[in-house]
């Protein structure tokens, strides 16, 4: 990876990377989808809403030592992370929630669905160099003396 890569590209590659020994929690089937897109290849657990958050989160918890949560950035998935979060810990598991945080403070996302078409956006922007435009000369006007 070169060393002026943006960001949030090494940043992914470093969670696709961790996510095939790390399970990712995430709001619901697109959102898997959209993960899957961007070459998440390891395990992605959508939160079952048939079940209380308590109760999905205790089940997480005896399955696995460590988690990233990735929901949405808007208000409701920001409910969600924390509560989960909370309950994950609470039992005795990591929460990574890092990758959420980043998100959240650095990207105009505000769900996980948008990620793919983010990350093509800085690929295309980092690739794209710089755009310099042109400066142009101006002709004097015929008043200057």
Known sequence: MPAN??????LVEKYIEKNNTVPIIVEGKN???????????????????????????EGIASAYDEVIILTDFDRKGKILKENIEK???????RADTYL?????????ISTVEE???????????WTAGPKVIPQRHQKPSNNES
């Open 100 to 108: 959420w945080e980043y998100f959240l403070k650095m990207s105009p």
């Open 5 to 10: 890569e943006p960001r949030v590209i090494t």
């Open 115 to 125: 990620l793919p078409s983010e990350i093509q956006r800085t690929i295309d922007n």
């Open 31 to 57: 959102d898997v989808n959209s993960l899957r897109r961007i070459n998440f290849a390891g395990e992605i657990i959508p939160v079952n809403l048939g079940r209380s958050i308590l109760s999905f989160s």
């Open 87 to 93: 309950y994950l810990i609470g039992a005795g598991s």
